[in-house]
């Protein structure tokens, strides 16, 4: 079998002048118009889908981001294995992740909105957002200034390293993928059954 890890070719390897960096902007430009674009016509971009979804009543949320994990992670893990791709795992941080997701979410809370689809939603005419995305950057800018010392202290608490769930599981890839992908269907097809939206 191709070791994915060896086989992917190394983006370092080009010096500062050889490397065009047009492409790049132009491409990742244009898929951040089509994902806000997706998003919003997903609904996702509007106030009241968002706030349904943290009332239990509106899972459209839900079902498109549990259609993104499936498809995300099917493509990335073939491509993976297939060596057309190098995974970047970030490392798994108790602490970070604990206190990182309770910020999230309650910023999310109290604004109705998450930094993608409260773009989406600055991008249809939303003004509401612009206070999320001045948040945004504030909270970008403590962070940056806070980062010397939670490197020090929260990124230490219970930092696993570079994990994943099958290999913590003890589980091969491939069978995590096709059974994890397998039950986020089975979700996603409940939740189509038996909820309004």
Not at 94 to 110: D, E, M, Y
Request: hydrophobic content about 50%; charged content about 15%.
């Amino acid at each position: 079998m191709i070791d994915p890890g060896k086989a992917v070719k190394k983006w370092g390897k080009k010096s500062a002048r050889q490397v065009n960096a047009a492409p790049e902007l132009i491409a990742g430009t244009m898929f951040g118009l089509a994902f806000g674009f997706l998003l919003q016509k997903g609904g996702v971009g509007k106030f009241h889908v968002l706030i349904g979804q943290l009332l239990l009543q509106d899972f459209t949320v839900v079902k498109i981001m549990l259609t993104a994990i499936v498809v995300g992670m099917i493509g990335v893990f073939t491509l993976h294995h297939f060596a057309k791709v190098n995974l970047h795992i970030k490392p798994t941080r108790i602490g970070s992740n604990i206190i990182g997701g309770l910020l999230f979410g309650a910023g999310f809370a109290l604004m109705g909105y998450c930094p993608g689809t409260a773009a989406a939603a600055l991008g249809q005419g939303s003004w509401d957002a612009l206070f999320g995305m001045a948040g945004l950057i504030a909270g970008s800018w403590m962070f940056a200034e806070l980062s010397g010392w939670t490197k020090r202290t929260i990124e230490n608490w219970g930092d696993l390293g570079k994990v994943l769930l099958p290999d913590l599981l003890h589980v091969p890839r491939g069978v995590f993928v096709v059974g994890f992908a397998t039950a986020l269907t089975a979700l996603l097809v409940l939740l189509e059954r038996f909820t309004t939206r």
